[in-house]
C-alpha cells in the first residue's frame, strides 16, 4: 500500500489517441487531512469525452483547459474507503469522486458521494446514476423536452450516453430510432434496449434516406453524440420545431479544427424553424435529485439497463481509452484496476 500507480499525459495525440499518449507516474499514497477521506479506486471508467482536453488546441473562449503535460488524467470513478478523517464516513464505503487514474486518491467528504452498494452495484454510479445517465437525462429532459408520440432519434446508441439517452426516451413515450455502427450493435439497440428502429449507418448507403424512411412523419428530437457529419445528414429530417441536442463528438474530437467536417444544410433551420443547443451535464446540477431519483427507480424496477465491458488490470487503462474510438465497443468500458484488492 506504500505505491501509488499513477496515469499521466506523456504527449499530446495527433489523431487517435494510443498506447503512447500516457505514462506512468508513480508516486507515494497521499495521506488524508481533517475533513478528508483516503480512497482507493476500484472501478475507473474510460469515456471519450476525455479526449478534447488531450490536446492544446481551443477554438476561442472554451470551458475545456487542455490537460498539461506530466497531469493526472481521468476524471469520475468507484472506490471504497480505506482511511477516513470526515465522520460521514468509514473505511469499507463505496464512494465516487473525481479521483482520476490512479490507484489511491484523497478527497475532501464534502464532494464524494456515498453509494449504496447493496441497492445497485457500485458501477451503476459511472453509468446510469453517474454523468453519462446525468448527460442523458439533462440533455433531453432540460434541453429536448420530449412529449409522448415524438420520434426521437439517438446517434451512437449502443455507447454510454447514446444507450441510456434512448431508453429514456422510451420510457416517456417516444418513439425512438438508434443509429449505430454495425449488426452487434444493431442487435444490441434493437434487443437489448427495446428502442423501436435501429439503422446500421455502415450498411447503408445514403443515412439521411434511411432516417426519412424509418421516420415518415419527420424527426422531432435528434440527440446526437457522434459529430458534424451526422448532424448534417439528419438536418433534413427534422419536423417543423425539431429541437436538437450536441452531447458529444466522438467523430471529431480526433481532428484538426480545418478537418472537421462543416454542418451545409443549415437552411433547414429556418424553413423547419429548428433549435440547436448544446449539453453541458454540469449546468443542470440542481436537477441532479430530480434525475438520480427517477433514474434509481427505472434502474430497479428494470427499465434502464447497460453493457458493462470490465477489463482487468490497471495497465489495460490506456488500451481502453484507445479502443473507444475504433467502433469496437457497446455500453461501458470500465477497468477494474486490481482485481486481487477488489
Known sequence: ????????????????????????D?????RPAEGEILVRNVYVPVDPGMRPVLSDVRIGVDEFEPIALGALVGYMTAGQVV???????APGDWVTDRLMWQDFAVTSGRTARKLDAQALPPTASLGILGVPGLSAWSGLHCLADPKPGETVVVTSAAGTVGSIAGQIARNLGCRVVGVAGGEAKCRYVREQLALDVAIDRHA?????AALRDACPQGVDILFDNVGNAMVDAILPAMRRGGRIVI?????????APAERPGIRNTNCFV??????????????AAEYPRALEQLTRWTLGGRLRLEETIIEGFDQLPGAFA????????GRTLVRIDRDRA
Open 26 to 30: 508513480d508516486r507515494p499514497v497521499p
Open 204 to 208: 447503408v448507403p445514403d443515412l439521411g
Open 323 to 330: 479502443r473507444l474510438f475504433t467502433g469496437e465497443t457497446i
Open 271 to 284: 424553413t423547419r424553424r429548428l433549435t440547436m443547443r448544446g449539453l453541458f451535464v454540469h449546468d443542470h
Open 247 to 255: 452531447c458529444g463528438q466522438t467523430a471529431d474530437y480526433h481532428l
Open 83 to 89: 482511511e477516513s478523517r470526515d465522520p460521514r464516513f
Open 1 to 24: 500500500m506504500s505505491l501509488n500507480r499513477r496515469l499521466v499525459l506523456a504527449r499530446r495525440p495527433s489523431g487517435l489517441p494510443d498506447l503512447t499518449t500516457f505514462r506512468r
